[in-house]
Every structure is written in structure tokens, then in C-alpha cells.
T-cell receptor, first 112, second 116 residues
């Protein structure tokens, strides 16, 4: 299996621009998670899906962030408009319920 | 209250020695899972080991073992025969099963440095 795939691996954008991060979970996994990692706040869960349905989005910072999972093999995390404080590494992870989560390589986002 | 506490920001260990990374957790659930992840400098998060709250035996995976002390609510990671490649950040995490939620709560991590 190819593991969790994320794209892009690096993104540099200017403040105010829209950013879209993409994730392909491991085939057969029915839970998908988006995390953000910063030095100040560590690893934060932003949102997670079970069977393509958003279950808990309480970690989404504000309305500028949105996430979708249109099918079992694809999810997006969108930031519009982006701000410098959104600079972080964004991880996508997938699992089957009650099992370990497998993380993608992450997307390093820099907003200037 | 923090659900996962890792009190050691950094640890040093001599190559080939064993090291214990501390983790305590806080939950009122009877059923939960405990996980350790490794994050090397390259940035990826690598799953290492899992312990279920009802597992009577401590989990082991190769050189990794989880010292599970339920009454103390601790789930320390023991790495035996440390190697230079073990230098990384290590995160302890917990999943609470009672709510049916599948998300993990992570600690702040411990940076392990293996000295040659």
C-alpha cells in the first residue's frame, strides 16, 4: 500500500490567498483526520471524518477553514483567506475505528 | 486538564543503552487505547506501539515496549539498545472509546537524542 498521500508537500503563499491541501487515505480505512502541528501549540486535531461524514470539527480554528470528503479516497482542507498565523505543518491521517492512525508525510504551509 | 502529559521535553541516552520516556494520561473511560508515535527530523509521524486498556500484558514491538501501569495511569515507552536512528521526537497519545469517537489526544512530546 502506498500509505496516506498528501499534496502538495510544501506550499508557500501570500496572505489573503486561498490554499487547498489534499489527502488520499489508505484504501479501506474509513476514518480520516486532519491535524495541524506548530511549535507553539503542538499537534492539534482540526477535524475528522467517519465514512466520509464530518464527526467533530470543533478544532477548526475559524470560518476561514473548511474541509470536505466527497468520497472514501479523497479529502481536502481549504483555507480562505490564508493568514501568516496559519503557517504550520498539516497532517492527514487515516485509520479503521479503534486501530492506530497512519499519518501522511504532511504539507508544510508558509503564508507570507 | 491535559489528557496526555509528557513531562520530559528532552532526554539523552548513550547508544546501546535503554531509555524510558514517560507518559501519564487522564481519562474516566474504562476502555481506551494508548499509542506512541515517533517523529524524526524528516517530519513524518511513525506509529510505534499500541496498548489497550484491557490488555493484561504490556505491549512489545521489537525494541519498543510499553510499560503500562493502569492504577498510576502511566504508559511509558521503553526503548532497548538505543540506536542513533532513534533520535527523534516521541509522542504519546490516547483514544477514549466510551464516546465512540476515534480521535487521538496527543502529548507535547519528548525529544530523544542518542549519543554515540
Amino acid at each position: 500500500d502506498a500509505g496516506v498521500i498528501q499534496s502538495p508537500r510544501h506550499e508557500v503563499t501570500e496572505m489573503g490567498q486561498e490554499v487547498t491541501l489534499r489527502c488520499k487515505p489508505i484504501s479501506g480505512h474509513n476514518s480520516l483526520f486532519w491535524y495541524r502541528q506548530t511549535m507553539m501549540r503542538g499537534l492539534e486535531l482540526l477535524i475528522y471524518f467517519n465514512n466520509n461524514v464530518p464527526i467533530d470539527d470543533s478544532g477548526m480554528p475559524e470560518d476561514r477553514f473548511s474541509a470536505k470528503m466527497p468520497n472514501a479516497s479523497f479529502s481536502t482542507l481549504k483555507i480562505q483567506p490564508s493568514e501568516p498565523r496559519d503557517s504550520a505543518v498539516y497532517f492527514c491521517a487515516s485509520s479503521n475505528p479503534a486501530y492506530e492512525q497512519y499519518f501522511g508525510p504532511g504539507t508544510r504551509l508558509t503564508v507570507t | 486538564a491535559q489528557k496526555i502529559t509528557q513531562t520530559q521535553p528532552g532526554m539523552f541516552v548513550q547508544e546501546k543503552e535503554a531509555v524510558t520516556l514517560d507518559c501519564t494520561y487522564d481519562t474516566s473511560d474504562q476502555s481506551y487505547g494508548l499509542f506512541w508515535y515517533k517523529q524524526p527530523s524528516s517530519g513524518e509521524m511513525i506509529f510505534l506501539i499500541y496498548q489497550g486498556s484491557y490488555d493484561e500484558q504490556n505491549a512489545t514491538e521489537g525494541r519498543y515496549s510499553l510499560n503500562f501501569q493502569k492504577a498510576r495511569k502511566s504508559a511509558n515507552l521503553v526503548i532497548s539498545a538505543s540506536q542513533l536512528g532513534d533520535s527523534a521526537m516521541y509522542f504519546c497519545a490516547m483514544r477514549e472509546d466510551q464516546t465512540g469517537a476515534n480521535n487521538l489526544f496527543f502529548g507535547t512530546g519528548t525529544r530523544l537524542t542518542v549519543i554515540p
